[in-house]
DNA sequence: ATTAGTTCTAGTCAGTTTGACTATAACTAT
DNA sequence: ATAGTTATAGTCAAACTGACTAGAACTAAT
C-alpha cells in the first residue's frame, strides 16, 4: 500500500495517489489491486514487501511501515489467504519514476473504485493510519524531497488531512519541531516571495523492525 | 501476550503481571514462552489467538488487539516461523480465575528472565504499544472491573507508566472523559473517606477486526 | 469524645499551547 | 509606480497542564 503525492488535474494542488495492478488471473481478474506477493522462505516481511513492491511497480519506497495483519476467512473466494501488508511512502522523484503500463496505474487515493479482495478496506485503514500518525510523529517529509519550503508541508498535511490550515500556525508548529532544519536557500522562480527552504534531519519510525536496527 | 493486574508482593500495589508457559520441548526447552499456538484453516486471526490463549491458559480478555507480526529469519533455531501476535488486557476478576500450574505461571511484566525465541522483544514492543495507547485512548479501564475509584484508575496508570502522577490532577483529567459515569455508590470498608465509584461505558479500539464489527 | 492521620475532592494560579486574526516584508505582473 | 500574492512575524484570548492549597470525610489512636 504505497501513497505519493501528485498534482491534482484541476487545482493542481498536491494530493495523494496510490498505485494499483490490475488483476491479470481469477479470481477478480480485470479489477484493480493493491500491489503484492508471496512471502518467499529466506527473506524478511520488510524485505519481502520491497521486493514486492520493486517488482511490480519499480517503486523504492522512503518509508516503510507493517500496517496489519488481515486474515479474515473469506478474503479471498478460492483460498485461504493471509496478508501481512505494509504501508510506504514514496517522494515524488521517486514516484514520477515508477513503471506505469496497462496494468499498472496512479488512482488519487480518494476515488478508487470497487477493488479486488478487501483491498477498499485495506486502503481506508491505511489512510486513517497516515492521518493519525502524521498528528504525533513527523513522516509527512518522507512525501517530500530533500529540500521543501513550509507551505509545501502544509499542502501534504491538507491533502491528507482534507482540510485548509492557518498558514501562520502551521509555520509556528513545524518550525518548533526540532527535526525540522533552516536552510540559508530559498525557492526562487515562484511569482511571489520566494520561501525558504527547509531539511528534515530525522529518521523513520518505532516499528520493531526499525527500532533496533540502526 | 496478556496484561493483567496484580497485588506486588511487597507493596501491596497494583503492577503488570503476564502469564507464560514453560516450554516443554525442543527449542528452548524449559525456558519460559508467550503462551501461542497455530491458527487453524477455518479460524480468524482473532479467534485463534483466544482459542490459543484460552487452551494454554483458560483466560478470557476483555480487550484483544493485534500487535505486530513478527517474521525475521532466525526467530526460531530449526524453522521459519511468523508470528501474527496479539494482545490482551484482561480483568482481575478473571485473572485470578487463570490455570497456573508447574507450566503455567504469572511473572511482574517488569522482572522477566531470558524467555525463548525473540520473546522479550516482542515483550518490550507490547509494553510500548500499552504505554503508548493508555494515552490516547481508553483502555486502561479493560484492567479493571466494573466499578472503580479513579484513585484504582490512578494506580493502573501508574502502575504502567512506572511513575507518580498527582491525584488531584488526574481526577480532573479522568472526569473530563465522556465515556467514565459517576454511581451514586461508594467504596465502603477503606480505612478513609470512601471513595465514589466510577463505571466505564466505552468500547474497544480501531483495530480494524473490531471497527466494522459491532 | 477528641485528636491525629489519611485519602478524597474541589479549587487556584502561573506557564504553555492552540486557534483566530492582524500586519509587515518581499517578490512578480501590470 | 502600483496592485496582487505569498511569506513571515506577532498579538490576543481561550483551553489545557502541572504544581500547589485547602477543606471534607472517614478510621485509628488517645
Tied chains: 1, 2.
Excluded at 519481502?48 to 516503510?64: F, H, K, M, V
Amino acid at each position: 500500500m504505497i501513497f505519493a503525492l501528485r498534482p491534482s488535474e484541476r487545482s493542481g494542488r498536491p494530493t495523494l495517489w496510490i498505485p494499483l495492478v490490475r488483476r491479470i488471473r481469477e479470481p477478480f481478474k480485470g479489477l484493480w489491486a493493491l500491489p503484492g506477493g508471496p512471502l518467499t522462505h529466506a527473506e524478511s516481511l520488510p524485505d519481502a514487501a520491497s521486493r514486492n513492491l520493486q517488482e511490480t511497480t519499480g517503486l523504492a519506497p522512503s518509508y516503510l511501515e507493517q500496517l496489519y495483519a488481515f486474515g479474515g476467512l473469506h478474503r479471498s473466494p478460492t483460498q485461504r489467504v493471509v496478508s501481512i501488508v505494509y504501508w510506504a511512502l514514496v517522494q515524488p522523484t521517486e514516484a514520477a519514476l515508477a513503471d506505469e503500463s496497462e496494468n499498472v496505474r496512479w488512482f488519487r487515493a480518494d476515488r478508487l473504485g470497487d477493488l479486488a479482495f478487501d483491498h477498499n478496506a485495506i486502503v481506508d485503514y491505511a489512510l486513517w493510519r497516515l492521518r493519525n500518525k502524521m498528528a504525533y510523529e513527523s513522516i509527512a517529509y518522507h512525501l517530500l524531497g530533500e529540500y521543501f519550503t513550509l507551505a509545501q508541508v502544509r499542502e501534504v498535511y491538507e491533502a491528507v488531512l482534507d482540510r485548509e490550515l492557518d498558514p501562520a500556525n502551521f509555520r509556528r508548529q513545524v518550525k518548533a519541531t526540532p527535526e525540522i532544519e533552516e536552510t540559508e536557500q530559498y525557492l526562487q522562480g515562484g511569482k511571489h516571495r520566494p520561501p525558504r527552504l527547509y531539511r528534515f534531519t530525522g529518521r523513520p519510525g518505532l516499528d520493531p523492525d526499525n527500532r533496533s536496527t540502526p
